[in-house]
């Protein structure tokens, strides 16, 4: 489970990828030939051992880590409370899941191994949110303006990572409220909505995949130390119809219909220089690179989704629980705080 978490850490903003063979290719840079034989029968276990197999082709994994880190995109939108006069201000969290094939850990593990690939994926967010009515220049449109994200922190055991989110947003209003039961309910009418998200995250990890030994007429050993390195740049265009019902003026339960079209470009990098060492005299012989393990891809480019939200109103005051159904494959769910006047 530990390993599958840091992977995921890693992953989590780097966008869609594929690597291909990657391999470790290891020199001796002593300039003594005494010590080439054992270093290539080091190389060779190196490369059999299996330490390396999750660094195949994890395509269905780390999409999946890039669509939950879109998803996340709707933390502090206010879908819901669209009837404001004046002005919205919103803080949230959010976080995105993708639903993984098995609940069993274990299994997870196992076809991470064995496969090289699963689709997972978990992302969260911090965000701030500010809207306002356009009323004074067309009736029932409110626009949106989005930033938030994290900035490099280690957060997991020298894990850094860091993001950026912006976006601006439109809703307009197509069918107005209706007063239900006397005032003691409200139908909020329908509201089409719409917008630009830029989101860019860095991310760095380096951890080690065990030391290995080597005999063959002088005693090497290496732990080789791989570098995950991701910058991503992902773009996004939601589309949603929402509508919302408001009950014993305490009350608020949101539903919709959108999708998420959503383009960009993710260079990912895997790095590792490491120290061979000669074990008598505990002395660099050799040196231990990681090779063939760079690639550059696209995100996943249409998502379906199902919206829903139970909120709470106390005066201006706003609390919301929105969730967001990817039926082919995860969700979003968040807390927001706000204020509206």
């Known amino acids: 489970m530990k390993k599958i978490i840091l992977i995921s850490l890693i992953v989590l903003l780097s966008g869609s990828i594929n690597i291909f063979a990657a391999t ?12 080439d034989a054992a270093i290539n029968d080091l190389e060779i276990q190196v490369n059999a051992s299996g330490d390396l197999t999750f660094l195949g082709d994890n395509k269905e994994f780390a999409t999946g880590m890039a669509d939950a880190t879109q998803f996340t995109t709707a933390t502090s939108t206010f879908n819901s409370f669209q009837n404001y006069s004046l002005f919205a201000v919103s803080v949230g969290f959010g976080m995105g899941v993708i639903i993984p094939e098995s609940n069993d850990v274990n299994k997870l593990e196992d076809k991470l191994r064995t496969e090289g690939d699963l689709s997972i994926g978990i992302a969260n967010t911090v965000t701030l949110n500010l809207g306002i009515n356009l009323g ?14 994290m900035p490099e922190t280690d957060v997991y055991e020298g894990l850094m990572m860091q993001q950026t989110v912006l976006g601006l947003g439109l809703n307009y209003k197509v069918i107005d409220s209706i007063g239900l039961l006397g005032g003691l309910a409200k139908w909020r009418g329908i509201s089409l ?6 989101m860019h995250s860095k991310s760095t990890y380096s951890f080690e995949t065990g030391e290995q030994t080597v005999t063959n007429g002088q005693t090497v050993k290496v732990n080789p130390l ?7 740049s992902i ?3 939601p589309v949603e119809a929402v509508t919302s019902f408001q009950a014993l003026y305490i009350f608020n339960f949101g539903f919709g219909l959108g999708a998420d079209l959503v383009f960009g470009k993710s260079d990912f990098t895997i790095d590792a220089t490491t120290d061979v060492i000669e074990t008598t005299g505990n002395t660099k012989i050799g040196e231990a690179e990681l090779i063939d393990a760079d690639t550059e891809t696209n995100p996943s480019m249409f998502k379906f989704k199902i919206l829903a939200s139970v909120g709470f109103n106390l005066g201006p005051v706003k609390i919301d629980v929105p969730v967001s159904y990817y039926p082919t494959d995860g969700l979003f769910t968040g807390l927001s705080l706000g204020f509206v006047w």
């Open 235 to 237: 773009y996004k265009i």
């Open 193 to 198: 909505g719409s917008g630009f998200y830029y």
């Open 136 to 149: 004074l220049f067309i009736d029932n449109l409110y626009a949106n303006a989005v930033i938030g994200g």
């Open 24 to 35: 470790i290719n290891i020199t001796n840079t002593s300039g003594n030939p005494a010590y």
């Open 226 to 232: 791989v570098e995950f390195k991701s910058d991503i």
